[in-house]
């Protein structure tokens, strides 16, 4: 049975001081919060499962360092973070 996970990953992370999304900021170990995520996911899951990506700020970084994936947009001008409604695409 296929287990279908959603990340929200659309934080612009401004606290951090920054200028990268949050998830792909680099932790202690040379992993970055988004990694770390998926190698979670992976430990508890397994193979069988499928991640989707709900991006907003700069998402084309995101994409990029994790192209396989089945990425989610916010909607266009929607700054509420958690936002319930996304627009799903395959190709953004």
């Not at 920054?18 to 190698?39: A, F, N, V, W, Y």
């Amino acid at each position: 049975m296929t287990v279908n996970v959603v990340i929200l990953a659309a934080g612009m992370g401004s606290r951090l001081g920054r200028s990268l999304p949050k998830p792909l900021t680099e932790l202690s170990d040379g992993r970055t919060i988004m990694q770390q995520q998926h190698d979670n996911i992976r430990a508890a899951f397994g193979t069988d499962v499928t991640i989707t990506t709900v991006v907003g700020y700069k998402l084309e970084h995101i994409i990029e360092a994790f192209p396989d994936e089945e990425p989610a947009a916010r909607p266009q001008g929607d700054r509420q973070v958690g936002c319930p409604v996304v627009e799903r695409r395959r190709r953004l």
